[in-house]
């Protein structure tokens, strides 16, 4: 039986000769597939789809970059389809291996801090800054989409039961509850407008409002405010989820709250919250961990 030094050495001649690597690249794939075997400690005909899954969850835990864990996927990938090719062993464990999954990127939201006061900024004084200031706090208000906000009609707002009905995503409608402040935006806002619409945001001409007219009032706002965020509709919603969580929100009411089909798609809202957590924990813990 050949030792995995040998076979680690046929690979390397295949990569070189075959695949025509360089030999930084063959240095990279020798590189990963010994330490592969420091911690398996078996021989390559030996090993099992088990030991490599195991492996992986190890470099998980050590908190690899999943770049470096998908390189050392593909290296395991490839060393053990040219054993197989060569006959060198009867089954290959590494055959149903696939990428790890891309760390879904936590989506940008502001503090409470920082939403409370670029809200309490905003001016009321003309019927623009009206209507701009109450874009704001209806987005954050009810964390609804800016395809939902620009697609609102008056009909839909039901100021006895202060709520809006709202046509979502797969036109499924939830209801929203609004505040006594929102009431008195949208009840001052309706008196100064001198345009008639079902619509509930109209341009200075008295057109409907896009999604890119709603980006660009907010891009506009957060300019003169001078803050150093870049600042979507987008992540008004995500802040609007963020915060409900952190004073304890259920995840369940949140999903609905937000129109989401799966609460798979809302528990991004946790990791952002445990981030915090983990920061706050770092920075006032005695024995925090502060590199």
């Given at each position: 039986?050949?030792?995995?030094?040998?076979?680690?050495?046929?690979?390397?001649?295949?990569?070189?000769?075959?695949?025509?690597?360089?030999n930084n690249t063959i240095e990279s794939y020798t590189s990963d597939l010994n330490e592969f075997f420091d911690y398996v400690d078996k021989n390559s005909k030996n090993i099992t789809e088990n030991n490599i899954r195991k492996y992986i969850?190890?470099?998980?835990?050590?908190?690899?970059?999943?770049?470096?864990?998908?390189?050392?996927?593909?290296?395991?990938?490839?060393?053990?389809?040219?054993?197989?090719?060569?006959?060198?062993?009867?089954?290959?464990?590494?055959?149903?291996?696939?990428?790890?999954?891309?760390?879904?990127?936590?989506?940008?939201?502001?503090?409470?801090?920082?939403?409370?006061?670029?809200?309490?900024?905003?001016?009321?004084?003309?019927?623009?800054?009206?209507?701009?200031?109450?874009?704001?706090?209806?987005?954050?208000?009810?964390?609804?989409?800016?395809?939902?906000?620009?697609?609102?009609?008056?009909?839909?707002?039901?100021?006895?039961?202060?709520?809006?009905?709202?046509?979502?995503?797969?036109?499924?409608?939830?209801?929203?509850?609004?505040?006594?402040?929102?009431?008195?935006?949208?009840?001052?806002?309706?008196?100064?407008?001198?345009?008639?619409?079902?619509?509930?945001?109209?341009?200075?001409?008295?057109?409907?409002?896009?999604?890119?007219?709603?980006?660009?009032?907010?891009?506009?706002?957060?300019?003169?405010?001078?803050?150093?965020?870049?600042?979507?509709?987008?992540?008004?919603?995500?802040?609007?989820a963020s915060h409900l969580l952190e004073n304890g929100a259920d995840l369940r009411m949140v999903q609905k709250l937000l129109g989401h089909s799966s609460v798979s798609t809302t528990q991004i809202y946790t990791h952002i919250s445990m981030?915090?957590?983990?920061?706050?924990?770092?920075?006032?813990?005695?024995?925090?961990?502060?590199?």
């Amino acid at each position: 039986m050949k030792s995995n030094e040998s076979l680690i050495s046929d690979f390397q001649n295949y990569l070189e000769i075959e695949r025509n690597y360089s030999n930084n690249t063959i240095e990279s794939y020798t590189s990963d597939l010994n330490e592969f075997f420091d911690y398996v400690d078996k021989n390559s005909k030996n090993i099992t789809e088990n030991n490599i899954r195991k492996y992986i969850e190890y470099l998980f835990d050590i908190d690899r970059k999943r770049t470096t864990i998908n390189r050392k996927i593909s290296t395991i990938r490839s060393y053990f389809n040219f054993l197989k090719r060569d006959d060198y062993i009867d089954t290959n464990p590494a055959k149903d291996l696939i990428s790890a999954k891309a760390r879904r990127k936590l989506p940008d939201f502001l503090t409470m801090d920082e939403m409370n006061n670029l809200l309490n900024s905003m001016k009321e004084d003309d019927i623009l800054d009206l209507r701009n200031k109450l874009i704001f706090e209806l987005l954050y208000a009810t964390g609804m989409r800016v395809s939902e906000l620009v697609n609102l009609k008056k009909k839909k707002i039901d100021f006895s039961n202060n709520n809006i009905r709202i046509i979502g995503k797969g036109n499924k409608e939830r209801i929203l509850p609004i505040t006594s402040n929102l009431k008195r935006l949208f009840e001052k806002y309706f008196r100064k407008r001198k345009y008639e619409s079902e619509y509930v945001f109209l341009s200075n001409n008295g057109n409907n409002l896009y999604a890119r007219d709603i980006r660009r009032i907010i891009k506009k706002v957060i300019k003169n405010m001078s803050m150093l965020k870049d600042i979507t509709p987008h992540t008004i919603r995500h802040s609007f989820a963020s915060h409900l969580l952190e004073n304890g929100a259920d995840l369940r009411m949140v999903q609905k709250l937000l129109g989401h089909s799966s609460v798979s798609t809302t528990q991004i809202y946790t990791h952002i919250s445990m981030e915090k957590m983990k920061k706050y924990h770092k920075k006032y813990h005695p024995r925090g961990d502060r590199r």
